[in-house]
């Protein structure tokens, strides 16, 4: 149960997606947390830090499994359906729930790219999304620049509604952001 929304439900043991699956994360994805942390651009979007060692990917990795508790959200690893290695990590936020808003936002690692991941473990946590009480509306903001990742969230069903200016700081410079979103009844 949620520190602050007492209602939601439970964190899933395991969703399927197609060739991946979202599941809570494990000590032993610290492999992947370490190169999800060699990206240029990851570490300056959440709390992994850049070029992150074992000790360091290993607290990052229990930190994710904390997010429910401490009332955030969803944090879950992306992993391959038949390894059950982890691919990255995906994130269902609660932050706006009183107002019907949920956010999510993804990252793959580097050798995991280009093969449908993000797109799947999207659309997974969106359908899971419907099962939250009281969510009509679940946004996800994309860099303008992030053509991969527009791509997937195209292919998870969400919308293109416009560009937000300077939205937030990324890296010390304030950044522009397109919005997506989808909302409950669209697919």
Same mark, same amino acid.
């Given at each position: 149960?949620?520190?602050?929304?007492?209602?939601?439900?439970?964190?899933?043991? #395991? &969703?399927?997606? @197609?060739?991946?699956?979202?599941?809570?994360? *494990?000590?032993?994805? $610290? !492999?992947? /947390?370490?190169?999800? %942390?060699?990206?240029?651009?990851?570490?300056?979007?959440?709390?992994?830090?850049?070029?992150?060692?074992?000790?360091?990917?290993?607290?990052?990795?229990?930190?994710?499994?904390?997010?429910?508790?401490?009332?955030?959200?969803?944090?879950?690893?992306?992993?391959?359906?038949?390894?059950?290695?982890?691919?990255?990590?995906?994130?269902?936020?609660?932050?706006?729930?009183?107002?019907? #808003? &949920?956010?999510? @936002?993804?990252?793959?690692?580097?050798?995991? *790219?280009?093969?449908? $991941? !993000?797109? /799947?473990?999207?659309? %997974?946590?969106?359908?899971?999304?419907?099962?939250?009480?009281?969510?009509?509306?679940?946004?996800?903001?994309?860099?303008?620049?992030?053509?991969?990742?527009?791509?997937?969230?195209?292919?998870?069903?969400?919308?293109?509604?416009?560009?937000?200016?300077?939205?937030?700081?990324?890296?010390?410079?304030?950044?522009?952001?397109?919005?997506?979103?989808?909302?409950?009844?669209?697919?």
């Amino acid at each position: 149960m949620s520190a602050v929304h007492p209602d939601l439900p439970p964190v899933p043991d #395991r &969703l399927p997606a @197609g060739p991946v699956a979202l599941r809570p994360f *494990r000590d032993g994805d $610290v !492999a992947m /947390a370490v190169e999800l %942390a060699t990206d240029p651009y990851v570490p300056l979007t959440g709390s992994l830090p850049a070029h992150a060692d074992a000790d360091e990917a290993l607290a990052w990795v229990r930190r994710q499994r904390g997010r429910f508790a401490e009332g955030v959200g969803y944090a879950l690893a992306i992993a391959d359906h038949a390894t059950d290695e982890a691919l990255g990590q995906i994130g269902l936020w609660v932050r706006d729930l009183d107002e019907g #808003r &949920l956010s999510v @936002g993804y990252a793959v690692a580097p050798s995991a *790219r280009g093969r449908g $991941v !993000a797109a /799947a473990a999207l659309t %997974a946590l969106t359908s899971f999304a419907w099962t939250v009480p009281g969510a009509h509306r679940v946004e996800l903001r994309v860099e303008p620049w992030n053509e991969a990742s527009v791509r997937s969230a195209e292919r998870a069903g969400y919308r293109r509604e416009g560009l937000l200016r300077g939205h937030q700081e990324i890296g010390g410079r304030r950044r522009d952001l397109l919005l997506y979103a989808t909302v409950r009844g669209d697919r």
